[in-house]
């Protein structure tokens, strides 16, 4: 597959097309099941099976397209599970400025989002816990460009993970890539993208934000 695309795609089949070790890292914020609307064609609403064996065959894929690991971006309800099925990560706590209460089970307010890693970094001192990260749902803190999809990533956790984790022209897969985080971060970082995704909606807004991404490199560029 070419990279710095995005292909119209399903995340399991589009992987089981790449070869083994062809990809760097993939880094995915991959959905949960709980009747997201992703556009048509999309099941946010699986059985619990039928999507926990989605989850491991997608980490199965990972293990074998890629040359030294993978990570998924979680919320504090999720990152559980996930690592039970992916034991060998390590993890990064965002820490959440939340601009309400959401009690876990145990009534314990919980502020943070977890990146899973199981790829090595490569960036010395990275540390397991960001504090200076704003993400969706934290209201007033969050200042980052919305681009109307109901899970977007942040993308300056995104683009630190891909500085941390990855060289200068590598490749980066997202198999759920939404509406671009991803491969805007990628771009910004001077590395190079695989992409997926079902939503043609999503897929362009994402090779909007790419394009806007280039542009501002090369107004860097030209005045420096």
């Known amino acids: 597959m070419k990279t710095n695309t995005i292909y119209t795609i399903d995340a399991l089949k589009g992987l089981k097309k790449l ?3 062809s990809i760097d890292i993939a ?9 997201k609307k992703y556009g048509e064609g999309v099941d946010d609403n699986l059985p619990p099976e039928v999507f926990e064996q989605l989850m491991k065959d997608i980490i199965s894929e990972f293990r074998r397209v890629t040359k030294r690991g993978f990570a998924f ?31 876990s089970p145990l009534k314990i307010v919980q502020h943070h989002h977890v990146i899973l890693t199981t ?63 991803t491969a805007t971060a990628a771009k910004l970082e001077d590395r190079n993208y695989i992409g997926f995704e079902l939503n043609q909606e999503f897929i362009d807004r994402a090779n909007a934000r790419v394009k806007n991404a280039s542009k501002q490199l090369e107004l860097k560029i030209n005045n420096d």
């Open 19 to 21: 070869e083994d070790k």
């Open 27 to 35: 880094f995915i914020d991959p959905p949960y099941n709980v009747n």
């Open 73 to 103: 971006y979680l919320d504090w309800k999720q990152y559980q599970k996930f690592w039970n099925w992916i034991p060998d990560a390590e993890p990064i706590i965002i820490f959440k400025r939340s601009s309400g209460v959401v009690y």
């Open 119 to 181: 790829a090595p970094a490569i960036k010395k001192q990275c540390k397991s816990l960001w504090d200076d990260i704003r993400v969706m749902g934290e209201g007033y803190f969050f200042r980052e460009e919305k681009f109307d999809h109901p899970a977007q990533t942040s993308l300056k956790a995104t683009r630190r993970y891909i500085e941390y984790f990855t060289e200068e022209g590598e490749t980066v897969l997202d198999c759920f890539m939404g509406v671009g985080t």
